[in-house]
Each structure stands twice: as C-alpha cells, then as structure tokens.
C-alpha cells in the first residue's frame, strides 16, 4: 500500500496570522520584534508572496504604536496619479476627476504605521515628497498650498535591490538610506524547513471547512514533489497549488497527478504544440477575462507582483 503522509500535531508558531516551525524564521521574527521597539524605518526584503505585509502588521502591533492607525498601499498597484492622491490626499479640482477633497494616508496615519509594498516602483517625484515627510515630517496635499504636519513610522518592502537601482538612477540615494535604516531579509519559503507541509495542512484543513471534499492524507509521490518545488511565488503560490489539488481530484487523499503539471515536473499539455509564450499570452488574456480587468487579481493568481504582470503584458504586446 502507498505511504500516506496525514497532519502531526506540531503546532506552528503563529505572529499575527504568519505561521511557521522554521528555526530560520523564527530567528527573523525575532529580529523583528526587536526592532519594532524603536522607531527607525525598516525595509523588509523579501521575494513575491512571502508574506512581507503581514512581517509589517506584526512590527506595528509589537509597537508602541500599535493603538494607532496602520495603513498599506501597493506602489506596484498604482498609477503615478492614483498613488499621489492616495498619499498626499488632495483638494478638490486638483486634477480632471477630483471632485472632492480627499484625505491621504500620510494624514490619516499619523502617529501610527505606514507600510508601502514595492516601494522600489515609486516614482522619482512622489520619492522626493515623501523624504520631505520623513525628514521633515510634513507634506503638501494636491492642488493646497497649506503644509501639513504628520508622525508616521515607515516600514516598506522591496524584492529588489535599492541599492543598485539608486547605482543606476531609478531611485533616490538620499531616500534610500532613510528608507532602509533597518533592512530584515525575510526567507524565501523554500528555506523554511518544515512550512511547506506545515502551511499545506493548515490550507487543506480551510479547504475542507469551505468545501464538500475532505482531505486527510497526501500520497508520498505528491509529499515529495511538494517539498521538492523551489516555490518562486511562495506562499501565495503554495495557496494556489493546494487550492487547484482540492478542487481537481476525488477522494480524502490528494495523489500526485491532483498537483499542477510544474510540480510534477511536467510542461502544460499545450506546451508541445505552441510556444511557452503563447501558453503565457493566453493564460494572461483568460486571467483578464475572468478577473474583468483586473491587473492587481491577475497578477496575485499568477503569484507575480503587478509590476512583473505589468513588463510581461508589454513584452507580450498586451498592452
């Protein structure tokens, strides 16, 4: 009979809804508890899906700050425009479309958190407004001409280097080193031994709250090829995966042939007829479709930040 792998009763350490049994991770939320007690900005670096907002959710409520607001914006979600007003705020006619005064995130989160997700896609000029923030501690709304005052507590995260991208003048060196007084580098999920069948439980024991199968048992050929997977859109990929095998196969058990065809090793079936990016053009045109437009859905179904579906769409002719 087939080996069956079932949940153990290790119970993972939870931070604020971030689960984990890693030493590795643990000793990172260490260091994250640490520096929550101080009010230097930190940069949390870490790849796409690994849980960078919730590391920044966990420093504000391990704060001094924590009775305050937190607030979250995706640099890589908005437009220049979109960011700006979501920002600075603005007065009403500032712009086509501003209708009315609008309060930004630099206001309402005074004294609190402000968390900004791929912070290396920010503009230059919104860059420059908010090291005045920073080392000022005031701002500007659009279309105003009266400074306002704000105490925020920055925490940003980036999958890249801001380092080389202020070498090669896509961002600001000055607001670089305000930025990441405090850089944490958040393990990627394939580092993380033992969350892979960790996590995988606790989505299966959701799936099976949410849905009419039950699962209680992986076969060994799927457990392996689970453990085995570099999981380039980590967590959010791992959510995915363990989504399709509950929703494609039958039975309590998920087997090897319920995982998507990466995991097995395997090209899509279309892959042997058409160019892998074709297959990608396609996924997109269908994601897109079913997400009606969508940009920010898509690229979290592909596990990719918006501004990776953004150069995909381009380099496809999407756009």
């Known amino acids: 009979m087939t080996d069956l792998y079932r949940p153990d009763d290790q119970r993972p350490h939870n931070f604020g ?11 990172f939320m260490a260091q994250a508890e640490r520096v929550a007690r101080t ?13 960078k907002e919730l590391v920044a959710r966990y420093i504000h409520d391990q704060s001094r700050r924590a009775g305050q607001a937190f607030s979250a914006i995706n640099c890589a979600a908005l437009s220049r425009e979109l960011m700006a007003s979501e920002l600075f ?23 609190g958190t402000l968390f900004l997700d791929e912070i290396a896609e920010m503009p230059l000029d919104i860059q ?36 080389k991208l202020a070498a090669d003048g896509d961002f600001r060196e000055d607001l670089m080193y305000r930025v990441r007084v405090v850089p ?36 060994a050929s799927a457990y392996d090829a689970l453990l085995a997977y570099d999981w380039p859109g980590n967590i959010r990929e791992l959510i995915n995966v363990i989504t399709y095998a509950h929703a494609i196969g039958e039975g309590p058990t998920i087997q090897l042939q319920d995982l998507p ?8 079936p279309d892959e042997s007829e058409i160019s892998i990016e074709q297959n990608e053009r396609d996924r997109i045109l269908a994601l897109m479709q079913q997400h009606k437009g969508h940009k920010q859905a898509v690229a979290d179904a592909m596990g990719i930040s918006r501004a990776t579906l953004w150069r995909k769409m381009k380099s496809l002719q999407l756009m």
């Not at 009010?39 to 849980?51: E, H, N």
């Not at 501690?137 to 280097?161: N, W």
């Not at 969350?195 to 009419?212: G, K, P, R, T, Y």
């Open 17 to 27: 809804g971030l689960l984990t049994v890693a030493p590795n991770m643990l000793e």
């Open 39 to 51: 009010q230097a900005s930190i940069l949390v670096r870490g790849q796409t899906g690994s849980g």
């Open 261 to 268: 065809p990466e995991l097995r090793g395997e090209a899509p």
């Open 184 to 219: 944490l580098y958040l393990p990627p999920l394939k580092s993380r031994v033992g969350d892979v069948a960790m996590l995988s439980w606790q989505f299966i024991h959701s799936l099976n709250q949410e849905n009419e199968r039950h699962i209680d048992s992986i076969t």
């Open 89 to 111: 705020g603005h007065k009403r006619g500032a712009f086509t479309g501003a209708t009315h005064d609008r309060t930004g995130l630099f206001e309402l989160t005074d004294g």
């Open 128 to 163: 420059a407004g908010l090291l005045r923030v920073l080392q000022d501690r005031c701002f500007t709304p659009l279309g105003s001409s009266e400074v306002l005052h704000t105490d925020i507590r920055l925490v940003s995260a980036t999958h890249k280097s801001l380092r």
